[in-house]
């Protein structure tokens, strides 16, 4: 059984950092590609950051390129989200994601997910 246990969330100030991990069991954590995804009160979840399942290839946002990123430690099974230069617009649940088949460099939403970690960044 797979599982995604998100932590690191919390109360920030504007231009503040905060770094998320997600730690994942249930299955060999390097054959899978990983993503964030965040969703704000009242608005859609959308697509964060995405690393493929060696760590060679990122994707991200347009509005959290420069400022976020997804890296990840296959030996510690935990996929990491660096986010620097906080912005009240960058509160929202955060989760976790591992992509349902192996190998693929594309995020899968269909994949596993996390229970989510709340990022609040107050102005």
């Known amino acids: 059984q797979v599982q995604l246990v998100e932590s690191g969330g919390g109360l920030v100030q504007a231009g503040d950092s905060l770094r998320l991990s997600c730690a994942a069991s249930?299955?060999?954590?390097?054959?899978?590609?990983m993503g964030w995804f965040r969703q704000a009160p009242g608005k859609e979840r959308e697509f964060v950051a995405g690393?493929?399942?060696?760590?060679?290839?990122?994707y991200y946002a347009d509005s959290v390129k420069g400022r976020f990123t997804i890296s990840r430690d296959n030996a510690k099974n935990t996929v990491y989200l660096q986010m620097n230069s906080l912005k009240p617009e960058d509160t929202a649940v955060y989760y976790c994601?591992?992509?349902?088949?192996?190998?693929?460099?594309?995020?899968?939403?269909?994949?596993?997910w996390g229970q989510g970690t709340q990022v609040t960044v107050s102005s």
């Open positions: 994601l591992s992509n349902r088949n192996a190998w693929s460099s594309s995020i899968d939403e269909t994949g596993y």
């Open positions: 249930g299955r060999t954590f390097s054959r899978y590609a």
């Open positions: 690393i493929n399942w060696s760590g060679g290839n990122t």
